[in-house]
């Protein structure tokens, strides 16, 4: 490929080959001074968006970091953020981090509420990050606003909570579909009625961000909780007719042991922090009148 | 080390198929990926998944649909290959439980989608991708596949042969994000590269944050050639302030476009006389910016999408997801009033080259999806075209990485498949900044694969300790946002010459600065600073291949428009776009469009909606 100015390339080549390896002593110090004024203008742009903005808001954020010092024992850091119309509670983190302190970590990917990363616990209450407007919470700009890892999950990282039990109890319901059996034939599909589809529909909305779960005091109280989340996967199985009755069978026998459906004293907390808004309590419900039907059945 | 047959990077839709598909063949297959796989953004695609299922449609007009989409960039064997088995593969996803929206007699529903001849979009609801990435991840627990998931994997562990063609991978190289651990993986059978999207080159964008383009940067590095990567797709109806999607099933349900002057101007204006508002993406995001441009946007930004007429219950039943991204993301409620839209960056229809089998011209370097080039989407995919590509091709890489024989591939890949070499003009001089960071094992004759990849883990251990060693030094998040801003200003739906020469002058300018990159943050319990570090440098490597190509292709094509060059050149450029890292020094070469079918020539023809 051929270049139109050479020398300015070559120059900082030669310049970044000697940087890493053994470069004297005073070229890293002035380096290094750079870096720290590279660093100070970022913080120092952030301040000055902060005073032109015409409206701040103020995050409060857990840390804890197993292994870094001054992080081992959990505390809270305050951020300063300019507010803007539409600001989110994931926009106010991703500005803190990129402009105060990059260590500041979170899980999110999407920014659109599908892949489920973001649940936090907000003012008290378990939401997405990125679907929480600022603007929604009570007395944004007066009040600080308290952002926690999800309650009831042991915390990895600041916000970064431990998801490996949540993922646990949605496998122990068999989350796949099983049919008894499969039409024959090229291109043969399993007819499915409008009505069936609609009745699964909510069930299949779940993105297993674990919001239900965090807020639910039963599975605080018993580890071995399936969870709303679990049973609701269940339920979206279950109420799938295509499936056939003994898979059926199998999957309330599954949601009936002593740690299923039964646990649920309809407190209805997972259904107010869902944020897919899933009746996760009326299909636990729900699945409760199943199994007693079944167990009739088999008197 | 970890050891597998077939190792699969990334938990998406394309690597989840290949997964499944190796498995069948009996392979002990695993996935490495950054994020839990429900985590993967096909779980964002929201339209559709095309595939001719009934008898008034047949595969070979499917066919011709996506090669007159791909303004005849496709290659003919690829999209034949994909238009053939995409009913199976839908009929496949049926059969393992997906939510698909039904007709009264039960059967899978189909809709109208830009640039095809048929309706032949199957959905669920305007969630599909989230329907199918949950589908297959259930399927990947029924079959006990390991998931290895917060892996990064940051290193392809390729041997060091002259030539590219005669390099083979054995694994890879991955750091554990919870613990901090940096382990090699070996894999005999193959590695297939499924990491999505690179869309986090730019900064208005549907794709999510986590698209780093860390596939085709690593393949690039690792020798293999990238296809076409000026070839980017501007979805026309994104949210302006987010880049949130809202899904072609809008306009396909009927939804409509107005401009500031309540002009329903893809008709008015004579952008798309006979489709409208169904014209191909490219099409209708060109006539958005054109009327932005003339002054008839609204606010100077964005044009009207309307859907209140097609009435509640339709909505309701088809769109409803759709209502919640418009409040949640914009406050808008689409059911009272027009939704503000403008183009975002949304797809990459170049990549990874590969053939039909998905295979590299690295020996046991395989990709799918959309980091892969096979190319079917040539310079324009067509809505609804991605999800079946991802099942099609990665099904064919998982088989074939899995030992099955899908007979021999008719698409050449690798330097020898050059027809013909380029010479552009660039301001500064593309590739490495230090020439001593190379992505293939460089110090001899290494081929034992364990060698091989204890060689990379070395290098690997060696970077990270660097990163977390240095007390100061540049954020990266600062040297992201300069190639992001620089990407959208400068290489987005209109392009001209003096602004690519900017573009790559400021991506220079953020690969010298990220020399001097630091990690603040010293720990080794989940290190996103650091993460998000090493994905820089492959969102640097990837907006550069894009704006060299774009630099390099001097026509109007598909997705392409240039200032300079307002018009399809057939006689000179229908040929591929090929960029090879060459160690460092990238260069850009051409290799011919195949366009003979199995039973057809495709003509190129006027592209006309």
């Known amino acids: ?299 | 080390m970890y050891e597998h047959d077939v190792l699969v990077i990334g938990g998406g839709g394309a690597g989840l198929r290949a997964a499944i598909a190796a498995h069948e063949e009996g392979a002990d297959v695993a996935i490495v990926t950054k994020l839990h796989p429900v985590r993967s953004h096909t779980g964002a695609a929201e339209g559709g998944i095309n595939a001719a299922l009934r008898d008034a449609d047949s595969w070979e007009d499917h066919a011709y649909d996506t090669m007159k989409g791909s303004d005849f960039l496709g290659d003919a064997p690829a999209i034949e290959t994909f238009a053939k088995n995409a009913p199976d593969e839908v009929i496949n996803l049926e059969h393992w439980g997906m939510p698909f929206s039904r007709e009264e007699d039960g059967r899978v529903s189909q809709r109208p989608f830009g640039g095809l001849s048929f309706p032949r979009t199957t959905y669920a609801g305007a969630e599909t991708g989230h329907h199918m990435l949950h589908t297959m991840y259930e399927q990947v627990v029924k079959r006990g596949i390991e998931v290895y998931d917060e892996w990064y994997v940051s290193r392809l562990a390729v041997t060091d042969h002259d030539d590219p063609e005669d390099r083979v991978c054995h694994g890879c190289v991955a750091y554990d994000i919870k613990t901090g651990e940096i382990a090699g993986f070996k894999a005999d059978g193959g590695v297939i590269l499924a990491t999505g999207g690179l869309g986090q080159a730019f900064d208005h964008t549907t794709n999510a944050v986590a698209n780093t383009g860390d596939g085709p940067a690593m393949a690039y590095r690792a020798g293999v050639p990238v296809e076409d990567m000026e070839m980017i797709q501007f979805h026309p109806t994104t949210l302006p302030s987010t880049g949130v999607l809202i899904s072609e099933g809008v306009r396909g349900e009927g939804g409509i476009l107005y401009n500031d002057e309540g002009e329903r101007f893809m008709f008015e204006e004579g952008y798309a006389n006979n489709e409208g508002e169904l014209a191909s993406r490219d099409v209708v995001s060109r006539a958005e910016l054109t009327e932005v441009n003339e002054g008839n946007g609204i606010e100077d930004e964005y044009v009207h999408l309307d859907m209140r007429h097609l009435g509640e219950d339709r909505i309701l039943d088809r769109l409803e997801n759709i209502l919640h991204l418009a409040e949640d993301f914009e406050g808008v409620d689409g059911l009272e009033e027009p939704m503000p839209v403008k183009p975002g960056q949304h797809y990459a229809m170049g990549g990874i080259e590969v053939d039909e089998n998905g295979e590299t011209c690295i020996n046991g370097l395989y990709a799918a999806g959309e980091c892969a080039c096979v190319s079917m989407h040539g310079a324009n995919r067509l809505g609804g075209n991605a999800l079946p590509e991802l099942l099609v091709f990665g099904a064919r890489a998982g088989y074939h990485a899995g030992g099955r024989d899908l007979g021999e591939a008719r698409i050449d890949t690798g330097p020898s498949a050059m027809s013909e070499e380029e010479d552009v003009n660039t301001p500064i001089s593309p590739g490495a900044v230090d020439a001593g960071d190379e992505d293939i094992a460089a110090d001899g004759a290494l081929v034992d694969p364990s060698e091989v990849i204890d060689h990379h883990v070395t290098a690997e251990e060696r970077r990270v300790e660097e990163l977390l060693e240095k007390d100061d030094g540049v954020n990266h998040a600062e040297v992201r946002a300069d190639v992001q801003e620089t990407m959208t200003e400068n290489v987005n739906v209109f392009r001209e010459e003096g602004n690519l020469k900017e573009a790559l002058e400021d991506i220079r300018v953020a690969r010298e600065r990220y020399q001097d990159v630091y990690v603040r943050d010293p720990s080794r319990t989940f290190n996103t600073d650091l993460i998000h570090t090493i994905e820089t440098r492959n969102i640097m490597d990837v907006a550069e291949a894009i704006t060299l190509g774009a630099l390099a292709r001097e026509e109007f094509r598909g997705a392409h428009w240039r200032q300079q060059h307002q018009e399809r050149k057939d006689d000179e450029w229908i040929k591929h776009t090929m960029l090879a890292w060459n160690d460092g020094n990238p260069e850009i070469y051409y290799k011919p469009v195949v366009l003979e079918g199995e039973n057809k020539t495709y003509e190129p023809k006027e592209r006309s909606y």
């Open chain 1, 1 to 299: 490929m051929s270049t139109e100015i050479k020398e300015k390339e070559t120059e900082t080549e030669t310049e970044a080959e000697t940087e890493p390896a053994e470069s004297s002593h005073k070229t890293r110090r002035m380096e290094q001074k750079r870096q720290r004024a590279a660093q100070r203008d970022l913080e120092e742009e952030a301040r000055e968006e902060v005073d032109e903005a015409e409206e701040t808001v103020e995050i409060k954020v857990f840390r804890f970091d197993p292994e870094v010092a001054g992080k081992e024992e959990p505390r809270f850091d305050t951020f300063h953020v300019p507010f803007f119309k539409g600001m989110t509670v994931l926009d106010a983190l991703i500005y803190a981090r990129d402009h105060y302190d990059s260590s500041l970590t979170f899980r999110h990917s999407c920014r659109q509420a599908i892949c489920g990363s973001d649940a936090l616990f907000v003012n008290g209450t378990q939401c997405l990050g990125c679907k929480t407007q600022i603007a929604d919470l009570e007395d944004h700009l007066d009040s600080t606003i308290r952002i926690e890892p999800l309650p009831h999950q042991e915390v990895v990282k600041d916000l970064v909570v431990d998801m490996e039990h949540f993922y646990d109890q949605m496998e122990a319901v068999e989350p796949f579909f099983d049919a008894d059996e499969l039409p024959d034939g090229e291109l043969e599909e399993q007819r499915q009625d409008r009505e069936n589809r609609e009745k699964i529909k909510m069930s299949t909305r779940c993105i297993w961000c674990g919001a239900c779960m965090s807020s639910c005091n039963i599975a605080a109280g018993d580890n071995e909780y399936l969870g709303p989340a679990a049973i609701n996967k269940a339920y979206r199985f279950a109420m799938d007719e295509r499936e056939g009755e003994d898979r059926k069978q199998q999957r309330l026998n599954i949601i009936e042991q002593e740690h299923g459906v039964w646990r649920c004293q309809t407190q209805f907390s997972c259904t107010e922090v869902c944020p897919k808004d899933i009746p996760l309590t009326d299909h636990i419900q729900e699945l409760k009148r199943e199994a007693v039907k079944n167990n009739l059945k088999f008197w």
